[in-house]
């Protein structure tokens, strides 16, 4: 049985607060009209927080080596209050926060924040030490749900399917939707054994192998959970089940999982990474997009980030060898389409192809290539009425740096020895001596050259983690989060001294889309698929990890290749924020045409391509090195904004694509809905009839873009 102890709810998101006859206190996330079906009672309560004391047993079941979760430290020694709910009136947020109290001498809490500027809810957990001795953990979670699904009872054997985001190198966000009975994730018949699945990633790439996501949804109700951790170092998600109810729950990852241990001391309070979760009407789409939505809320860019400026980044045009004679001719190409940023990229200080430069540390402008200084050419760039930006990697310490590469004492260590991974080295970011050099070597020199804009990238991963000075006993993974935490404090640091800078992540393109990152910056790299048929894809992908306001999309203009495969290029920007690059010489003749056509359409498809919701229709790609068939983006306006009423799709075709394609509109009134702009090539056609957009005239690598009013 189930005592409810608290129910709350903000817009269509609820929280219910239970309390099963064993003490335990679980909280079950609805959303809010489907409170009343809430059920299940039959399955263990999933405790509000899982943690693991070094020293307590191990939990049963089959489990070390598999999950660590239900040791001791969660079945024997803790007691819950009473969930405290606060709201605040006048801005509709609701807090609830609970206390667990350990019989041995500390407490946890457990805060849950819902606010109707998202559609999610953050949980923060935190664990402080009120004994006289220090207590180490090997594992604490960040979120934990459970009872899933609450609109059943018994085993509802065939209902619930586990989603989950893979992500490698220039192949980001592939959703990999499975049945949980694929997964063993059914009780056994005596419901002894502990199954579980955990995943997640290893060092300081978090977007690798999987994104920090994690879905479940309820076919017969059609509603479905979402989670999402949110820190930039190693993490883990669990799914969890011994009986006929579903567990999710995430963090740090643990010992097991991710060499971490962390000691907290007498008095001393603990914050893990906060993390964000929802339930919605509707299937893995829309509740990714709900957590992906949170960002916004924290969002803090300059007033010129509100119109979506493009990009120009010469990256592909010179490879990581720019110049000041070669950045004067892509500004007088490109600076009369409409682009607003005009991005050096890597290279700078260096006079090799980025593949082969390790020239990395004391950013010095190479004299070769800027004879005269930065500061000459970011006034031209300026002058063109241009915003001026530069790329760094400034974590990092490259071989052909020999003062900076074998700067042991600043150097990131394991084994005793400096990190090492082809040509990089990293700094130790917990050093106030390593801050103080970057803030030299970066901020003064984006302060002296007037720079708006930094690109900021990060081409390797640490692994699975460090040593931390001055600390012997500190684990891996404790000195990886600490580092990590430290770097995202220097980029606190250049907001604060430089408000009004523009920052771009980039982590060999996609590798740090998490959400304590993209509240740093205004935007990020999508991925490093530069040039390549499935870029469409990724970019729809990211759709369910960040806002695409957020998301930087190349479109590379090449003057061997034909002029209509721009349509295509440009309408892969349409899914996010369009980003130019390549031959200097392409920006003219029929693609100028072209590119200041797609650019005026961006600027009109803005506000949607800010704030909406999108929806994907077309047939399953397999293969991203050969797609075939085809992918449509409807991206309806939110309603109270700019974008109200409007509606954007975006059409690519793929290998073997059908001639026509038809995908419905969703409108207040059918009648009313009209196509306001289109985007496409000579020879295909759009019509608009009875609520169906359809598409005529189509051959392989097409792209279309379409502009509805709906209202």
């Known amino acids: 049985m189930r005592t409810t102890l608290a129910t709350v709810a903000c817009g269509d998101l609820a929280a219910v607060y239970r309390r099963d006859e064993t003490g335990v206190v679980e909280l079950v996330l609805s959303p809010a009209d489907k409170v009343a079906d809430i059920v299940r009672d039959d399955c263990a309560a999933e405790p509000l927080v899982q943690a693991k004391i070094i020293g307590d047993d191990y939990p049963f079941g089959f489990s070390q080596g598999r999950t660590m979760r239900n040791a001791t430290t969660v079945t024997k020694h803790m007691t819950y209050g009473e969930p405290v709910v606060r709201r605040d009136e006048t801005a509709g947020d609701v807090t609830v926060m609970t206390t667990i109290v350990d019989d041995r001498g500390w407490h946890y809490e457990h805060t849950l924040t819902m606010t109707p500027a998202s559609r999610a809810a953050e949980i923060r957990t935190a664990v402080v030490n009120d004994a006289a001795e220090p207590v180490t953990f090997e594992m604490l979670s960040s979120f934990t749900l459970g009872s899933i699904s609450p609109y059943a009872t018994g085993l509802d054997p065939e209902n619930l399917t586990l989603h989950r985001l893979r992500s490698t190198w220039s192949a980001e966000g592939r959703v990999l939707s499975q049945p949980v009975e694929d997964l063993e994730l059914e009780p056994s018949w005596q419901k002894y054994s502990a199954n579980s699945v955990r995943f997640g990633s ?20 059609g509603v479905t959970w979402a989670a999402a951790t949110t820190h930039a170092s190693s993490w883990q998600i669990e799914a969890y089940r011994r009986d006929d109810g579903l567990s999710l729950s995430g963090g740090i990852a643990d010992r097991e999982f991710g060499q971490w241990t962390h000691a907290v001391r007498p008095g001393e309070r603990f ?22 939505g949170n960002v916004r809320k924290d969002l803090d860019v300059p007033a010129c980030e509100d119109r979506l400026p493009v990009i120009f980044n010469e ?105 090492t991974s082809g040509n990089r080295r ?46 012997p006993h500190a684990s891996l993974g404790e000195g990886l989060y600490d580092q990590i935490q430290a770097s995202q404090a220097f980029f ?77 290029q440009i309408c892969s920007g349409l899914l996010g924020r369009l980003c130019f690059s390549g031959d200097a010489t392409a920006f003219a003749g029929r693609k100028n045409e072209i590119i200041r056509d797609g650019i005026a359409f961006y600027h009109a498809a803005a506000p949607v391509i800010d704030r909406g919701e999108s929806h994907w229709y077309g047939p399953r790609i397999g293969s991203y090195a050969h797609p075939s068939g085809w992918q449509a983006i409807v991206r309806d306006g939110e309603t109270g904004t700019a974008a109200d009423g409007r509606t954007l799709v975006v059409l690519h075709t793929f290998h073997d694509a059908p001639s026509t394609i038809t995908v419905p509109i969703d409108g207040n009134d059918d009648a009313a809905a009209r196509i306001a702009r289109t985007f496409y090539r000579d020879g295909v056609t759009v019509t608009l009839d009875d609520g169906m957009l359809t598409v005529s005239g189509l051959a392989d690598f097409d792209g279309v873009a379409v502009l509805l009013n709906t209202k």
């Open 202 to 221: 290893i060092g300081s790439f978090p977007v690798r192998e999987w994104a920090p996501f994690v879905g479940v949804t309820d076919r017969r109700a």
């Open 271 to 292: 914050d893990a990474p906060y993390a964000v979760v929802t339930a919605v009407v509707g299937g893995v789409d829309e509740a990714a997009q709900a957590v992906a």
């Open 315 to 419: 990256f592909c045009s010179t490879w990581g060898c720019p110049s000041e004679k070669s950045v004067i001719e892509q500004l007088d190409a490109v600076k009369a389409l409409g682009v607003e940023y005009f991005v050096i990229d890597a290279g700078w200080f260096d006079d090799q192809a980025f593949e082969s430069a390790s020239k990395f540390g004391k950013w010095e402008v190479s004299e070769t290539a800027f004879p005269h200084g930065m500061k000459p050419v970011v006034d031209r760039i300026h002058e063109a009425g241009l915003k001026a930006g530069i790329w760094f990697e400034f974590e990092i310490a490259g071989r052909e740096e020999p003062d900076c590469f074998d700067k042991s004492e600043w150097l990131l260590k394991r084994d005793g020895l400096p990190i």
């Open 426 to 471: 990293w700094w130790d970011m917990r050093n106030p001596e390593v801050q103080e050099y970057l803030a030299h070597r970066v901020i003064d020199f984006l302060k002296d050259n007037g720079f708006d804009y930094m690109k900021v990238d990060y081409n390797d991963t640490i692994g699975i983690g460090c040593e931390t000075p001055g600390d």
């Open 492 to 568: 606190r640091r250049i907001r604060a001294e430089l408000p009004d800078l523009m920052i771009e992540l980039c982590a060999s393109g996609g590798h740090r889309l998490v959400q304590s990152f993209m509240t740093i910056g205004a935007m990020a790299s999508f991925s490093d698929a530069h040039e390549c048929d499935y870029i469409p894809v990724v970019a729809a992908n990211m759709h369910r990890m960040i806002l695409p306001r957020q998301s930087q999309i190349w479109a590379v203009v090449r003057d061997e290749e034909p002029d209509d495969k721009l349509y295509y």
